[in-house]
Each structure stands twice: as structure tokens, then as C-alpha cells.
């Protein structure tokens, strides 16, 4: 995916060697706006902080979304500073710390144990409130595929559906804690949109039935996120399809159906651009040697795929000696750490690669910095251009 004028311009402004995230808030508001109108009408959308916690991406996606989606006291106070309007609060180790500020914040916390029940429990008391919560469930059977399955199947996140009984029980005995539904997130970066609406037709359906079951008054009904890119096309889960599959859906009168993307919204929203500083050819292969890496943009080594890139030419070559080049070749885009994982591409074919031209990785506003070992080999950081 080539970067628009909009990122190039912005890229060419900058010092030498170049090195930046730019983050593109009108890219993530058309994307918001898209990503709504595939919801029915009322679905709550909410942004998960973890994907991208820039504040000012978590500032724009918290006005363009309903509330946003946090996973730890450090991404609380960034959805309170931002001011969103709603914040639901989950993860597998939260600390009383973290829920007595969650409390604080009029948060909805996603319980993920008995004990994180009685926890939270206490710090509502504390506070004198009683805290609305939602139950993660690790379903027995998984409804959907994707890259990163965290239910049906063994993990630590949320309770073990046939554990559910003994948690409702307990949370009946509780008085500041009120169960009000059930937060099932299933999956990480799910691309088949049909598969994604019949999981949330079945994360509503199941809802209901264990609501029935169990006698809990079923407000809430939190499908999580997922909803995928893939970063070696263009592709991203269709939104027309979703839309059709999710028009079909029943949510029942009163239910809050709640989904918290984050991929999604901040994927395409982010460009990683690194400036070529070595060209080398060792035992048959050619490495552009970025001024950057696995650093800033973790993704495609941690899972293992080779994330396109397009060249930005730069013309100008401060040096008096004739500029390194490569054309009709393919190159290993690696990066400056002194370890041979530090790769975000190999064997990518480019018509021309100077040193001194940059490589501008597209689909990088999502798990890209966030995600990455920044202070490993003690470089500078990027710049972070927020368009
Ligand atoms: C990571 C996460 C999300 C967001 O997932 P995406 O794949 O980025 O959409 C939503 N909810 C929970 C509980 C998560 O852990």
C-alpha cells in the first residue's frame, strides 16, 4: 500500500536520517465511521487502548467511538485523560490498585476470576459504590477462527464456562459487585467477516441462555474484538459482509451489545518509515540496512511474516563519493540492533533501492510501537508525526 501525499509530505519535512511513526487521525475517524456502519443500530463500539495508546490516537478514537477498551491502570488514566465517555476495563492480572481506580473512574471492569470478584468487590465497598460488572467466559467451544484463539480452548483469560455456575453464585453473595453480562472476546485478528457475524450471533445467543440459566438480568452482551487486516495484501475483513452477516442478528430488547475493536480502527491509521543507511551484499544476499527496526515495529518478527514496504526516492546525497544502489534486485529490509532477527521483510523485490531513500511500511498504527522493545540497543526513538 503506497502512503498518501499527505504522509510522504510529512516524511520529507524531517531531518536525516529519517525515522518516524506517522500517525493519520483522519484515517482513523473514516475508519471508525466505517467500522460503525457495519454495526446495527445502538451496538456500542468501543477502541481497545492496547492496539495503539498514542494519546493522540486514544483522544481521536475516544471522540469517534463510544468509549474505549483498557487492559491496565497505565491505560485507564490514558482513556481518562482523554476524556472518554465510557470505559470498560479488562485483563487476566489486575491489581486492587487498578480496580479501585477502575472503580474510581465509573469504569465497567470485565471479571476474569472469582477472586478478581471478591477483589473487586471489596474496592467497590471501599469506595461505596457497587461495581457493574461483565463475566469473561472461556467458552467451552470456540465459535470463530483467527490467529490467536483465547477460548475454547486452554488459556488464562476469564473463567472456564463450566466454572461460570460457582462465579455467578459468589457474585450473588457480594453486595457492591452486579453482574449485569457476559464479556466473551474470542480471537485476534479474524479476517472472514461471515464467520465473525455468526460469532457474534452466537456470543448474543449463548448470552442469553446463560443469562436464562442462571438467573442473571442480562444487560450487557461484550463480543470483544478481532476483526482483522492482513498485512501482506491490501485485504481487510469486509465490512459489507460483516454488515449483512450482523443485520440478521437478534439483539434482544435491552442488551447493550458491545464490540471493542482495535486493529481495525488503528491499523491503517500508521506509517513506519525508515531511511536506508547501508546496502550490503553478503553470501549471495542483499540487506538494506534501515535506520530503525524490529524496535519500533515488533510485528512481523513476532509473528513471523514479511511485512511489505514501498520506497520513497530521496534525491539528495550529501556525500562526494558515488551513492550505493541496487535496481531490479530483492533485499532483505533489516534493521539496526545487533541481532539477525532484527528483520521486517526478506527477499522483497525493489526496482530501485538507494542508501538514502526510505522504506514507509504501511498498516503499522496497530500493535506497532506498542508492541515493541524500544529500549533495547539504546537508539533514539522515532519521531511521531501526528497528522
Ligand atoms: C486485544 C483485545 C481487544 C482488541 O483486539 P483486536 O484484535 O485488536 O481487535 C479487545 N478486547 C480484548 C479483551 C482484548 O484483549
Same mark, same amino acid.
Given at each position: 500500500m503506497r502512503p498518501p501525499d499527505r504522509v510522504t509530505a510529512a516524511l520529507r519535512d524531517r531531518p536525516r536520517p529519517v525515522c518516524a511513526y506517522v500517525y493519520d487521525t483522519a484515517a482513523l475517524r473514516t475508519r471508525t465511521a466505517a467500522v460503525r456502519a457495519a454495526l446495527p443500530p445502538g451496538t456500542t463500539l468501543l477502541y481497545a487502548v492496547k492496539a495503539n495508546g498514542h494519546p493522540d490516537v486514544v483522544r481521536t478514537l475516544a471522540a469517534g467511538?463510544?468509549?474505549?477498551? &483498557?487492559?491496565?491502570? @497505565?491505560? !485507564?488514566?490514558?482513556?481518562?485523560? $482523554? @476524556?472518554?465517555?465510557?470505559?470498560?476495563?479488562? @485483563?487476566?492480572?489486575?491489581?486492587?490498585?487498578?480496580?479501585?481506580? =477502575? /472503580?474510581?473512574?465509573?469504569?465497567?471492569?470485565?471479571?476474569?476470576?472469582?477472586?478478581e470478584l471478591r477483589r473487586l468487590d471489596r474496592a467497590a465497598a471501599a469506595a461505596g459504590t457497587v461495581a457493574? &460488572?461483565?463475566?469473561? &467466559?472461556?467458552?467451552?467451544?470456540? $465459535?470463530?477462527?483467527?490467529?490467536?484463539?483465547?477460548?475454547?480452548?486452554?488459556?488464562?483469560?476469564?473463567?472456564?464456562?463450566?466454572?461460570?455456575?460457582?462465579? !455467578?453464585?459468589?457474585?450473588?453473595? !457480594?453486595?457492591? /459487585?452486579? &453482574?449485569?453480562?457476559?464479556?466473551?472476546?474470542a480471537?485476534?485478528?479474524?479476517?472472514?467477516? =461471515?464467520?465473525?457475524?455468526?460469532? /457474534?450471533? %452466537?456470543?448474543?445467543?449463548?448470552? +442469553?441462555r446463560a443469562a436464562d440459566r442462571h438467573g442473571v438480568d442480562l444487560r450487557l452482551v461484550n463480543a470483544g474484538g478481532g476483526l482483522g487486516v492482513d498485512y501482506r495484501s491490501a485485504a481487510t475483513l469486509d465490512l459489507d459482509v460483516l454488515r449483512a452477516g450482523l443485520a440478521a442478528v437478534d439483539v434482544p430488547a435491552g +442488551?447493550?451489545?458491545?464490540?471493542?475493536?482495535?486493529?481495525?480502527?488503528?491499523?491503517?491509521?500508521?506509517?513506519?518509515?525508515?531511511?536506508?543507511?547501508? !546496502?550490503?551484499?553478503?553470501?549471495?544476499r542483499t540487506f538494506a540496512v534501515l535506520r530503525g527496526g524490529t524496535h519500533h515495529?515488533?510485528?512481523?518478527?513476532?509473528?513471523?511474516?514479511?511485512?511489505?514496504f514501498t520506497v520513497l526516492p530521496v534525491e539528495a546525497w550529501p556525500y562526494p563519493w558515488p551513492r550505493p544502489e541496487v535496481r531490479d534486485a530483492h +533485499? %532483505?529490509?533489516?534493521?539496526?540492533?545487533?541481532?539477525?532477527? %532484527?528483520?521486517?521483510?526478506?527477499?522483497?523485490?525493489?526496482d530501485r533501492l538507494r542508501v538514502g531513500d526510505v522504506l514507509v511500511f504501511a498498516r503499522t498504527g496497530a500493535y506497532g510501537w506498542d508492541i515493541s522493545?524500544?529500549?533495547?540497543?539504546?537508539? %533514539?526513538?522515532?519521531e511521531f508525526l501526528v497528522l
Open positions: 467511538c463510544d468509549g474505549l477498551e &483498557v487492559a491496565s491502570g @497505565g491505560e !485507564l488514566a490514558r482513556a481518562v485523560a $482523554a @476524556g472518554a465517555r465510557r470505559i470498560v476495563f479488562g @485483563g487476566p492480572a489486575k491489581t486492587d490498585a487498578e480496580l479501585a481506580a =477502575a /472503580v474510581a473512574a465509573g469504569a465497567q471492569v470485565n471479571v476474569e476470576s472469582a477472586l457493574d &460488572v461483565a463475566v469473561r &467466559v472461556n467458552r467451552a467451544r470456540s $465459535a470463530v477462527t483467527g490467529s490467536h484463539a483465547m477460548t475454547g480452548t486452554p488459556t488464562p483469560f476469564g473463567v472456564d464456562e463450566a466454572g461460570l455456575p460457582q462465579v !455467578l453464585a459468589l457474585a450473588r453473595t !457480594l453486595p457492591a /459487585v452486579r &453482574v449485569t453480562g457476559f464479556h466473551l472476546h480471537v485476534s485478528n479474524n479476517r472472514d467477516a =461471515a464467520a465473525h457475524a455468526a460469532f /457474534v450471533a %452466537d456470543a448474543l445467543d449463548w448470552s +442469553v +442488551v447493550d451489545l458491545i464490540l471493542e475493536p482495535g486493529r481495525i480502527l488503528a491499523a491503517d491509521a500508521g506509517w513506519y518509515a525508515a531511511e536506508v543507511l547501508d !546496502l550490503k551484499h553478503t553470501h549471495g515495529f515488533r510485528l512481523p518478527a513476532a509473528w513471523g511474516y514479511d511485512h511489505p +533485499v %532483505d529490509a533489516v534493521g539496526e540492533l545487533c541481532t539477525p532477527r %532484527d528483520v521486517l521483510a526478506r527477499d522483497q523485490p525493489v522493545h524500544h529500549d533495547f540497543l539504546r537508539h %533514539d526513538p522515532p
